[in-house]
Protein backbone atom coordinates (compact mmCIF):
# COMPACT_ATOMS: atom_id res chain seq x y z
CA UNK A 1 0.00 0.00 0.00
CA UNK A 2 2.76 2.33 0.56
CA UNK A 3 4.80 2.06 -2.40
CA UNK A 4 1.66 2.62 -4.13
CA UNK A 5 1.27 5.21 -2.55
CA UNK A 6 4.82 6.59 -3.34
CA UNK A 7 3.94 5.46 -6.94
CA UNK A 8 0.35 7.52 -7.15
CA UNK A 9 2.16 10.50 -5.40
CA UNK A 10 5.03 10.34 -7.83
CA UNK A 11 2.47 10.72 -10.76
CA UNK A 12 0.91 13.32 -8.82
CA UNK A 13 3.84 15.15 -8.81
CA UNK A 14 4.80 14.62 -12.64
CA UNK A 15 1.79 15.58 -13.63
CA UNK A 16 2.17 19.26 -11.43
CA UNK A 17 5.18 19.74 -13.26
CA UNK A 18 4.29 19.21 -16.69
CA UNK A 19 1.07 21.70 -16.01
CA UNK A 20 3.58 24.44 -14.55
CA UNK A 21 5.34 23.84 -17.50
CA UNK A 22 2.22 24.19 -19.72
CA UNK A 23 1.49 27.49 -17.89
CA UNK A 24 5.22 29.46 -18.15
CA UNK A 25 4.46 28.43 -21.95
CA UNK A 26 1.05 29.86 -22.48
CA UNK A 27 2.52 33.25 -20.58
CA UNK A 28 4.76 34.03 -23.82
CA UNK A 29 1.77 33.39 -26.37
CA UNK A 30 -0.68 35.31 -24.96
CA UNK A 31 1.90 38.51 -24.13
CA UNK A 32 2.80 38.21 -27.41
CA UNK A 33 -1.38 37.71 -29.23
CA UNK A 34 -2.12 40.62 -26.86
CA UNK A 35 1.27 42.55 -28.26
CA UNK A 36 0.16 41.92 -32.02
CA UNK A 37 -3.12 42.64 -31.38
CA UNK A 38 -2.21 46.37 -29.49
CA UNK A 39 0.26 46.67 -32.91
CA UNK A 40 -2.96 45.99 -35.21
CA UNK A 41 -5.15 48.45 -33.44
CA UNK A 42 -2.51 50.93 -33.64
CA UNK A 43 -1.86 50.32 -37.03
CA UNK A 44 -5.68 50.45 -37.75
CA UNK A 45 -5.61 53.91 -35.75
CA UNK A 46 -3.30 55.22 -37.63
CA UNK A 47 -4.25 54.25 -41.23
CA UNK A 48 -7.90 55.55 -40.60
CA UNK A 49 -6.70 58.54 -38.79
CA UNK A 50 -4.53 59.90 -41.74
CA UNK A 51 -5.47 60.59 -45.17
CA UNK A 52 -4.29 62.67 -47.99
CA UNK A 53 -5.96 64.57 -50.53
CA UNK A 54 -4.39 64.74 -54.21
CA UNK A 55 -3.76 68.21 -56.39
CA UNK A 56 -7.17 67.83 -58.58
CA UNK A 57 -9.06 67.14 -55.35
CA UNK A 58 -11.10 67.92 -51.94
CA UNK A 59 -12.32 65.99 -49.23
CA UNK A 60 -15.52 66.81 -47.32
CA UNK A 61 -14.84 66.57 -43.61
CA UNK A 62 -18.09 64.72 -42.11
CA UNK A 63 -18.31 64.49 -38.06
CA UNK A 64 -21.00 62.19 -37.13
CA UNK A 65 -22.26 62.97 -40.88
CA UNK A 66 -22.07 66.14 -40.29
CA UNK A 67 -19.89 68.58 -42.78
CA UNK A 68 -17.45 70.30 -40.92
CA UNK A 69 -14.72 71.42 -43.10
CA UNK A 70 -12.85 71.04 -46.66
CA UNK A 71 -9.66 69.90 -47.11
CA UNK A 72 -7.34 70.66 -50.01
CA UNK A 73 -4.41 69.09 -51.15
CA UNK A 74 -1.97 67.31 -48.64
CA UNK A 75 -1.86 65.00 -46.24
CA UNK A 76 -4.29 65.54 -42.93
CA UNK A 77 -5.80 63.75 -39.79
CA UNK A 78 -8.99 62.78 -38.62
CA UNK A 79 -10.65 61.22 -35.57
CA UNK A 80 -11.51 57.68 -36.84
CA UNK A 81 -14.50 56.27 -36.66
CA UNK A 82 -15.59 59.36 -35.67
CA UNK A 83 -14.97 61.66 -38.83
CA UNK A 84 -15.09 60.56 -42.40
CA UNK A 85 -13.83 61.96 -45.66
CA UNK A 86 -15.36 62.15 -48.96
CA UNK A 87 -12.82 62.67 -52.39
CA UNK A 88 -14.44 65.18 -54.99
CA UNK A 89 -13.08 65.74 -58.20
CA UNK A 90 -12.41 69.16 -58.37
CA UNK A 91 -10.93 68.78 -62.34
CA UNK A 92 -12.70 70.23 -65.79
CA UNK A 93 -14.97 67.49 -66.98
CA UNK A 94 -17.33 67.21 -69.42
CA UNK A 95 -20.24 65.39 -71.35
CA UNK A 96 -21.59 65.58 -74.66
CA UNK A 97 -25.18 66.24 -75.90
CA UNK A 98 -26.43 64.36 -79.20
CA UNK A 99 -23.95 62.53 -79.36
CA UNK A 100 -21.55 59.84 -77.80
CA UNK A 101 -17.82 59.91 -77.33
CA UNK A 102 -16.21 56.72 -79.00
CA UNK A 103 -15.76 54.53 -75.33
CA UNK A 104 -19.45 55.25 -74.58
CA UNK A 105 -22.62 53.54 -76.02
CA UNK A 106 -26.22 54.79 -76.29
CA UNK A 107 -29.94 53.81 -77.72
CA UNK A 108 -29.78 55.46 -81.72
CA UNK A 109 -33.24 57.16 -80.82
CA UNK A 110 -32.54 58.48 -77.92
CA UNK A 111 -29.30 60.43 -79.43
CA UNK A 112 -31.56 61.22 -82.33
CA UNK A 113 -34.18 62.90 -79.83
CA UNK A 114 -31.43 64.34 -77.95
CA UNK A 115 -30.07 66.32 -81.16
CA UNK A 116 -33.35 67.10 -82.74
CA UNK A 117 -34.22 70.86 -82.18
CA UNK A 118 -37.15 73.16 -83.95
CA UNK A 119 -35.88 76.90 -85.12
CA UNK A 120 -38.22 79.77 -85.34
CA UNK A 121 -38.96 78.73 -88.90
CA UNK A 122 -40.64 75.66 -88.02
CA UNK A 123 -37.46 73.59 -89.15
CA UNK A 124 -36.05 70.59 -87.67
CA UNK A 125 -32.19 70.70 -87.08
CA UNK A 126 -29.77 68.18 -85.61
CA UNK A 127 -27.33 70.25 -83.03
CA UNK A 128 -24.40 68.67 -81.27
CA UNK A 129 -23.05 70.45 -78.02
CA UNK A 130 -20.41 69.62 -75.65
CA UNK A 131 -20.57 71.03 -71.94
CA UNK A 132 -17.42 71.78 -69.81
CA UNK A 133 -18.16 71.89 -66.02
CA UNK A 134 -16.45 71.47 -62.52
CA UNK A 135 -17.25 71.68 -59.11
CA UNK A 136 -16.93 75.03 -57.22
CA UNK A 137 -18.65 73.78 -53.53
CA UNK A 138 -18.07 69.90 -52.92
CA UNK A 139 -20.15 70.55 -49.52
CA UNK A 140 -22.96 71.76 -52.41
CA UNK A 141 -22.27 69.10 -54.80
CA UNK A 142 -22.44 66.20 -52.19
CA UNK A 143 -25.70 67.26 -50.01
CA UNK A 144 -27.71 69.82 -52.15
CA UNK A 145 -28.76 67.19 -54.34
CA UNK A 146 -28.75 63.91 -55.06
CA UNK A 147 -27.64 63.72 -59.09
CA UNK A 148 -26.02 66.58 -59.77
CA UNK A 149 -24.89 66.09 -62.89
CA UNK A 150 -28.07 65.12 -64.60
CA UNK A 151 -29.45 68.21 -63.51
CA UNK A 152 -26.60 70.27 -65.27
CA UNK A 153 -27.31 67.61 -67.93
CA UNK A 154 -30.96 68.71 -68.43
CA UNK A 155 -30.29 72.68 -67.64
CA UNK A 156 -27.98 72.78 -70.67
CA UNK A 157 -30.63 70.50 -73.06
CA UNK A 158 -33.59 73.24 -71.80
CA UNK A 159 -31.44 75.77 -72.62
CA UNK A 160 -30.20 74.59 -75.72
CA UNK A 161 -33.53 73.99 -76.80
CA UNK A 162 -34.75 77.20 -75.49
CA UNK A 163 -32.34 79.80 -77.54
CA UNK A 164 -32.01 77.86 -80.87
CA UNK A 165 -36.00 77.88 -80.85
CA UNK A 166 -35.09 81.85 -81.21
CA UNK A 167 -32.76 81.62 -84.07
CA UNK A 168 -34.21 80.84 -88.10
CA UNK A 169 -32.38 77.14 -89.16
CA UNK A 170 -30.37 79.47 -91.58
CA UNK A 171 -28.12 81.08 -88.65
CA UNK A 172 -28.13 77.74 -86.76
CA UNK A 173 -26.39 76.31 -89.79
CA UNK A 174 -23.82 78.97 -90.75
CA UNK A 175 -23.54 82.11 -89.01
CA UNK A 176 -24.96 82.27 -86.13
CA UNK A 177 -23.19 79.51 -84.00
CA UNK A 178 -21.54 82.00 -81.61
CA UNK A 179 -24.10 84.16 -80.57
CA UNK A 180 -25.71 81.15 -79.97
CA UNK A 181 -23.14 79.81 -77.71
CA UNK A 182 -22.94 82.93 -75.94
CA UNK A 183 -26.96 82.91 -75.36
CA UNK A 184 -27.11 79.69 -73.88
CA UNK A 185 -23.78 79.87 -71.32
CA UNK A 186 -25.54 83.29 -70.22
CA UNK A 187 -28.95 81.45 -69.44
CA UNK A 188 -27.09 77.89 -68.36
CA UNK A 189 -25.30 80.09 -65.64
CA UNK A 190 -28.40 82.05 -64.18
CA UNK A 191 -29.90 78.68 -63.87
CA UNK A 192 -27.00 77.08 -61.89
CA UNK A 193 -26.63 80.10 -59.87
CA UNK A 194 -30.60 79.56 -58.82
CA UNK A 195 -30.24 75.35 -58.48
CA UNK A 196 -27.23 76.30 -56.23
CA UNK A 197 -25.62 72.50 -56.73
CA UNK A 198 -22.17 73.44 -56.22
CA UNK A 199 -21.39 73.03 -59.94
CA UNK A 200 -20.05 75.61 -62.30
CA UNK A 201 -20.23 75.94 -66.44
CA UNK A 202 -16.50 76.29 -67.74
CA UNK A 203 -17.80 76.54 -71.61
CA UNK A 204 -20.35 74.91 -73.68
CA UNK A 205 -19.40 74.79 -77.66
CA UNK A 206 -21.80 73.74 -80.60
CA UNK A 207 -19.93 70.75 -82.32
CA UNK A 208 -22.18 70.44 -85.47
CA UNK A 209 -25.44 71.26 -86.84
CA UNK A 210 -26.88 69.64 -90.05
CA UNK A 211 -30.52 69.23 -91.64
CA UNK A 212 -32.16 65.37 -89.94
CA UNK A 213 -32.56 62.34 -92.22
CA UNK A 214 -32.74 62.43 -96.08
CA UNK A 215 -36.03 63.36 -96.59
CA UNK A 216 -35.50 66.24 -94.19
CA UNK A 217 -32.38 67.48 -95.99
CA UNK A 218 -34.24 67.02 -99.27
CA UNK A 219 -37.04 69.35 -98.22
CA UNK A 220 -34.81 71.81 -97.09
CA UNK A 221 -32.83 71.63 -100.18
CA UNK A 222 -36.46 72.46 -101.57
CA UNK A 223 -36.87 75.35 -98.97
CA UNK A 224 -33.38 76.64 -99.99
CA UNK A 225 -34.58 76.81 -103.99
CA UNK A 226 -38.11 78.59 -103.23
CA UNK A 227 -36.10 81.07 -101.22
CA UNK A 228 -33.91 81.40 -104.53
CA UNK A 229 -37.06 81.33 -106.29
CA UNK A 230 -38.58 84.55 -104.09
CA UNK A 231 -35.39 86.29 -104.43
CA UNK A 232 -35.70 86.10 -108.31
CA UNK A 233 -39.05 86.50 -108.18
CA UNK A 234 -38.36 90.04 -106.32
CA UNK A 235 -35.44 91.11 -108.05
CA UNK A 236 -37.60 90.43 -111.61
CA UNK A 237 -40.66 92.05 -109.77
CA UNK A 238 -38.41 95.04 -108.79
CA UNK A 239 -37.18 95.29 -112.38
CA UNK A 240 -40.30 95.67 -114.10
CA UNK A 241 -41.08 98.36 -111.54
CA UNK A 242 -38.63 100.24 -112.04
CA UNK A 243 -39.28 100.31 -115.63
CA UNK A 244 -42.76 100.89 -115.54
CA UNK A 245 -42.51 103.33 -112.68
CA UNK A 246 -41.16 106.30 -114.79
CA UNK A 247 -43.39 105.48 -117.48
CA UNK A 248 -46.30 105.56 -114.83
CA UNK A 249 -45.06 108.91 -113.67
CA UNK A 250 -44.28 110.54 -116.99
CA UNK A 251 -48.09 109.68 -117.88
CA UNK A 252 -49.57 110.72 -114.29
CA UNK A 253 -47.22 113.85 -115.12
CA UNK A 254 -49.12 114.12 -118.37
CA UNK A 255 -52.65 113.72 -116.69
CA UNK A 256 -52.07 115.88 -114.24
CA UNK A 257 -50.87 118.86 -116.34
CA UNK A 258 -53.97 118.00 -118.81
CA UNK A 259 -56.61 118.04 -116.18
CA UNK A 260 -54.51 121.84 -115.04
CA UNK A 261 -55.21 122.89 -118.48
CA UNK A 262 -58.73 122.43 -118.59
CA UNK A 263 -58.99 123.13 -115.52
CA UNK A 264 -57.54 127.03 -116.36
CA UNK A 265 -59.83 126.77 -119.37
CA UNK A 266 -62.90 126.34 -117.53
CA UNK A 267 -61.78 128.97 -115.31
CA UNK A 268 -61.35 131.34 -118.04
CA UNK A 269 -64.52 130.62 -119.76
CA UNK A 270 -66.09 130.85 -116.87
CA UNK A 271 -64.83 134.34 -116.10
CA UNK A 272 -65.51 135.55 -119.56
CA UNK A 273 -69.13 134.29 -119.01
CA UNK A 274 -69.63 135.68 -116.13
CA UNK A 275 -68.19 138.94 -117.56
CA UNK A 276 -70.61 138.98 -120.46
CA UNK A 277 -73.48 138.10 -117.88
CA UNK A 278 -72.43 141.51 -116.16
CA UNK A 279 -72.34 143.27 -119.38
CA UNK A 280 -75.98 142.19 -120.70
CA UNK A 281 -77.25 142.42 -117.21
CA UNK A 282 -75.26 146.08 -117.52
CA UNK A 283 -77.44 146.59 -120.75
CA UNK A 284 -80.55 145.22 -119.09
CA UNK A 285 -80.97 147.74 -116.31
CA UNK A 286 -80.81 150.27 -119.33
CA UNK A 287 -83.31 148.61 -121.71
CA UNK A 288 -84.80 145.94 -120.14
CA UNK A 289 -87.64 145.32 -123.31
CA UNK A 290 -85.12 145.67 -126.12
CA UNK A 291 -82.63 143.43 -124.44
CA UNK A 292 -85.25 140.46 -123.64
CA UNK A 293 -86.03 140.57 -127.33
CA UNK A 294 -82.42 140.57 -128.38
CA UNK A 295 -82.05 137.66 -126.17
CA UNK A 296 -85.55 136.20 -127.18
CA UNK A 297 -84.33 136.53 -130.94
CA UNK A 298 -80.66 134.97 -130.38
CA UNK A 299 -81.93 132.02 -128.66
CA UNK A 300 -84.64 131.43 -131.08
CA UNK A 301 -81.75 131.93 -134.13
CA UNK A 302 -79.90 128.86 -131.98
CA UNK A 303 -82.94 126.26 -131.23
CA UNK A 304 -84.83 126.83 -134.15
CA UNK A 305 -82.50 125.70 -136.86
CA UNK A 306 -82.59 121.79 -135.51
CA UNK A 307 -86.27 122.19 -134.90
CA UNK A 308 -89.11 120.53 -137.34
CA UNK A 309 -92.14 122.45 -136.95
CA UNK A 310 -95.34 121.43 -137.59
CA UNK A 311 -98.64 123.26 -137.94
CA UNK A 312 -102.18 121.53 -136.99
CA UNK A 313 -105.53 122.80 -136.48
CA UNK A 314 -105.77 120.25 -133.30
CA UNK A 315 -108.81 118.50 -135.71
CA UNK A 316 -106.66 115.26 -135.87
CA UNK A 317 -107.13 115.01 -139.36
CA UNK A 318 -103.95 114.63 -141.43
CA UNK A 319 -104.82 116.58 -144.13
CA UNK A 320 -105.08 119.62 -142.41
CA UNK A 321 -101.34 119.06 -141.26
CA UNK A 322 -98.64 120.99 -142.74
CA UNK A 323 -95.42 119.77 -142.26
CA UNK A 324 -93.34 123.23 -142.55
CA UNK A 325 -89.29 120.89 -142.68
CA UNK A 326 -91.13 119.44 -145.86
CA UNK A 327 -91.88 122.71 -147.82
CA UNK A 328 -89.32 124.38 -150.08
CA UNK A 329 -89.14 127.53 -148.37
CA UNK A 330 -86.86 128.81 -151.27
CA UNK A 331 -89.63 128.14 -154.04
CA UNK A 332 -92.55 129.59 -151.72
CA UNK A 333 -90.39 132.68 -151.24
CA UNK A 334 -90.10 132.78 -155.11
CA UNK A 335 -93.14 132.80 -155.97
CA UNK A 336 -93.94 135.62 -154.47
CA UNK A 337 -91.74 137.64 -156.58
CA UNK A 338 -92.68 136.21 -159.82
CA UNK A 339 -96.55 137.02 -158.90
CA UNK A 340 -95.06 140.19 -158.18
CA UNK A 341 -93.46 140.58 -161.64
CA UNK A 342 -96.33 139.11 -163.55
CA UNK A 343 -98.23 141.84 -162.07
CA UNK A 344 -96.29 144.02 -162.80
CA UNK A 345 -96.26 143.13 -166.48
CA UNK A 346 -99.34 143.30 -166.27
CA UNK A 347 -99.85 146.85 -165.27
CA UNK A 348 -97.42 147.84 -167.95
CA UNK A 349 -99.53 146.38 -170.32
Known amino acids: MENNF??????HQQGEEKKEKREKKKIPFRRVAVT???ALVIGVLGIESVY?????EQGVVTTFGKATGVATSGLHFKIPFVQKVTKV?????????????ENEADNADLLAAESLMITSDFNFVNVDFYVEYKVSDPVKYLYHSKQPEEILKNIAQSCIRNIISNYVVDDVITTGKSEIQAAIREMMMEKLEEQDIGLILVNISMQDAEPPTDSVIE??????????GKETALNNANKYRNQKLPEANARADQIIQKAEAQKQERINEASAQQVRFQKMYEEYEKNPVITKQRMFYEAMESVLPGVKLIIDD????????????ELQLEDITQK???????????QED
Open 36 to 38: IAA
Open 6 to 11: REFKGE
Open 89 to 101: NTMILGFPIGYRL
Open 314 to 325: GSGSLNKTLYLD
Open 219 to 228: AFKAVETAKQ
Open 52 to 56: SIGEQ
Open 336 to 346: PESTDDTQTTE
